[in-house]
């Protein structure tokens, strides 16, 4: 190969995606919002909005068939993708799906796929229109798009946050990796002992187990904020975990944050892992990503308006000047740099 | 393997398509057309539509980088995209593209084929809004969704041709698989050859050859119709070959067709092709595909209003009674089924 041959690696995904969307493109007038949020936003008519986003998982990257039902798998896709547009206040219409299938994959594989892509598809309303069906002579990769709707005056975008804000998130954090956790480490037990006939015990992690493969997406707390008429000032769902998402959605608002560590909201079931694991649960909370739970900012007025209605929710911090930047108080009371966290 | 395992290869992916399908899902009230058409139809408002499509490139399956410049493979795969849009009479809006890559692959590798994508954007006036980015182990698998709209008044399905309209054609048909062929020589030459330094002289071949790497959707006729206030009673566009396409037009509109050999609209330098491979250039026009011609079908009278405005497209042959079947007379005069065709 020649000198100037560079890899994708050396440079990174990130400076790899900078470099072409640098490129001289044709700009559509419609487009409101092209990439750099949870989906893309496009004018449809006074006050109706078109979102559209579009995930790709790659087998034995993005998923590991040993120990990923492929139903699951399906429910998982589509739980992650309508997440994308719940993140921006919206709600999703319809899904395409595309595959490139391995001739190893049988007819049966493709149908279990199928039974979790529709199952979530009845869950969060949207209907599969489409796709594609490739063969493969390699891995199974899966693509979807997903297609939903938002009104010009409730769309919640990652910018939009004001100095002082709350940051609210649902649910709990972490749980999505701690089931992962189980799952390699059941997984290098079949590998030590050849025996895949043994299923694992997993009664004991169902919570943490679920999280990581059937994950629900927060329509609910999108049905709520809609029926009370409180917009949140921004919002991002959680898939890469918490500091990259407090880091994105200050980025974008040109703020920074300060967050209390003894808020993170962490299920009991998690801390069990990470105790088991001997590791620090708090760094599940905060790398761990794939928990599609929703964190938005509101006035601290509009929380106290909103905690009588929707109770699945905590703050853990607040939205401050650009100059403090991105700092944490731990639970023993120091302040840190989100840099020194990583 | 359990006796169970069924390959998909065992059943074909139409039948896995039909078995997917059939699940019970969850229906939109707003999706009008699902599955079945170039696009999926989804209301929008009261007069317009929302047309959703989506396609995936698996390397070494749907293209050979052996002999697919990146530039233009990201070209064709707008092309082709975009071409189901223009196939229900809609216009393109925007894209979302997602990739799998190896990481042997360069970043100029995928700085080309953006730039192809970009340069078919630019001529089709569709943005691209987003899409994934993701690593692979092993091969390129690239997928796109595109997001077009159509009038309610004038949006054309695969259904709705009349018995007696007129089936017409644009350009011509059969040079994408013309030049396939003189790849894959080159191609072969090259392997037997070893050596990879020698350009092929493709030269006299530039015509097919461009009809294979960087085909052109039919905008031009799309925009025409929409000028002239004409709506075809149905259309296609090919990807699949002419005699695919006009049975799957000829099913969605529950008739039969009859075609005039004689009148197939063929390129000199595909017919310079087939004569050099020895082989029979109709079949090249019946069965190659991924030309990006559109097909469609109008009445006798609008044919003749229509032809004053645009005279790239011919007329191959009439709509009949479903009862009639799918015939072909022949140059020699003799009318054989399409049955016995393939």
Redesign the interface.
């Known amino acids: 190969m020649s000198e100037?041959?560079?890899?994708?690696?050396?440079?990174g995904?990130n400076a790899?995606?900078k470099?072409?969307t640098n490129?001289?493109?044709?700009?559509?007038k419609?487009?409101i919002r092209?990439?750099g949020d949870d989906?893309?936003v496009?004018k449809?008519?006074n006050d109706?909005l078109?979102l559209?986003?579009?995930?790709?998982?790659?087998e034995?990257?993005?998923f590991d068939p040993t120990y990923t039902p492929f139903h699951h798998l399906g429910y998982k896709i589509v739980s992650a993708g309508v997440s994308d547009i719940y993140a921006m206040n919206g709600m999703p219409?319809?899904v395409?799906?595309?595959?490139?299938?391995p001739?190893r994959?049988?007819?049966?594989m493709?149908?279990d796929l199928?039974?979790g892509i529709?199952a979530a598809?009845?869950n969060n309303?949207?209907?599969?229109?489409?796709?594609?069906?490739?063969?493969?002579?390699?891995?199974l990769?899966v693509?979807i798009?997903v297609?939903g709707k938002a009104e010009n005056d409730s769309i919640t975008y990652r910018k939009g946050a004001n100095e002082g804000d709350a940051i609210c998130v649902t649910g709990d954090v972490g749980g999505a990796l701690a089931g992962l956790r189980i799952l390699m480490r059941e997984k290098k037990y079949w590998e030590e002992h050849g025996d895949e006939s043994v299923q694992p015990e997993l009664g004991d992690y169902q919570f943490v187990v679920k999280r990581q493969l059937v994950p629900e997406a927060r329509r609910d707390l999108i049905e709520i904020l809609k029926k009370e008429g409180i917009v949140p000032t921004s919002m991002i769902d959680i898939t890469k975990g918490l500091v990259s998402e407090i880091s994105a959605l200050s980025d974008a608002s040109e703020l920074g944050a300060y967050i209390y560590q003894a808020a993170l909201p962490i299920a009991v079931e998690t801390r069990q892992v990470a105790d088991e694991m001997q590791e620090d649960v708090d760094r599940y909370a905060l790398f761990g990503g794939e928990d599609l739970e929703i964190m938005f900012t509101l006035s601290e007025k509009k929380v106290e308006e909103f905690v009588k209605h929707f109770s699945d929710f905590v703050v853990i911090g607040r939205m401050v000047a650009k100059e403090e930047g991105m700092k944490m108080q731990t639970a023993e009371g120091d302040v840190v740099s989100f840099d020194d966290l990583s």
């Not at 994959?105 to 049966?108: D, G, R």
Request: no cysteine; net charge negative; glycine share 6%.
């Open positions: 100037s041959f560079q890899t994708i690696q050396s440079i995904s790899l995606l470099k072409i490129f001289d493109a044709y700009k559509n419609n487009v092209s990439i989906a893309a496009i449809e008519s109706s078109i559209l986003t579009s995930d790709t998982y790659v034995g990257v993005d219409e319809a395409l799906i595309n595959l490139a299938v001739n994959m049988s007819v049966q493709i149908e199928y039974k529709y598809g009845k309303e949207v209907e599969v229109v489409g796709g594609d069906l490739k063969a493969n002579h390699a891995n990769v693509s798009s297609y």
